[in-house]
């Protein structure tokens, strides 16, 4: 009796809950429902809206945990960790991709700017400043046509305020990029009422771009506001994209010297740097090159072979060390040329030392027994 009552519950526990044929062999994972065919499974899921899929994370009380519990946690742990290393490795190589792409688009707009006559330096891949850069190129198939697109960064000193163009043409005029923030009507009026200082003495704006790489204090490059920008970046360096200084105060001009006015006073040292520069060499200078076109010496030289190497030397003195010269261990020559004391180096290299602000060398000892 007992065993009938159990194989009866076991039919009813298999019974399709679909057509209600005893014959419900199958069993739906997301709802432990039973369907005896194909079309029941897919009755079932239409009339439901079950997936069909178990729920992986649905509480499980420990009395009723079974391997198949313990299996399917241990597989869903499993796709955890290979998606996640699969998702990382995406990101690497999403990321590799983009540096090369941008690499790439970086390379090319150097090689353009190079060709446009800018010379243009950019930051590593990694900084702030060639990430925010957003300077590029484009190609017009017609004309064929490179043109560069630049990102501009605007201090306007006068008012403290900064902005920037994401991307400018290099054939847009300069004062067009000014009228964008100073324009009495095409311009932003919350802008143009922050920069007023300008607008009101639009004839006294001046804009100054620094001079890169250059040692000592900073110098400028006093922009023409009717060339393009183009033009004015032409035989200029750039590190990432163009910096401009913009004021309308003459005070404030002094703070921004121009390349032009540090050339112009350092007139006199330049050329003598370049002089100096020109005398660089290791020859000695001997008497026929301080002569005249005559031949006779513009200046008082005194040779070795003559008898004076100090004016305070008396004569009788001098006669005595002119006829040691074969003892004398050390060969110099003294010049004096417009009340300056050159000198050739002697024999010995190692006692001489080579002034180059000089036109010649010093002397500066002779041996005396």
Known sequence: MAEAMAELEVKKARVCDTCGSIDGRYCCPGCNKRSCSLGCVNKHKEATG?????NITEFVPLSQYNDSNFFSDYFYLENVIRFSDSVSRDKV????????KRGKQMSRLKTIAKSHGVNLFLAPI???????NTSYVSFDPKTRAQTIHWKIQWHFVDSGLDYSDKSVSEKTLLQDLLDKYLHPTSSNPLVRHRLRKY???????????????RKGKNVYYLLDKSLSLGSNLNGKLIIEHPVFWVTCSTEREKEYPTLETQNREGADEQ??????????????VTPECLTDEKGVNKDKIIDHDELSYDEKTGDAEFEQLSHK??????????????????????SDSSIHEHNKSNYAFHLISMYNE
């Open 126 to 132: 990694g900084l702030a400043s060639h990430k925010t």
């Open 271 to 284: 050329v003598v740097v370049e002089e100096t520069r020109g005398m660089d060499c290791d020859l000695p």
């Open 325 to 346: 010269t074969e003892e004398r261990k050390l060969l110099q020559t003294s010049v004096h040329v417009n009340g300056q004391s050159l000198v050739t180096p002697g």
């Open 50 to 54: 079950c997936s069909g899929k178990r």
């Open 199 to 213: 607008v009101s003495s639009v004839t006294n704006i001046k804009v100054f771009m620094k001079v890169e790489r």
């Open 93 to 100: 190589k999403r990321v590799n991709h983009q540096h090369w």
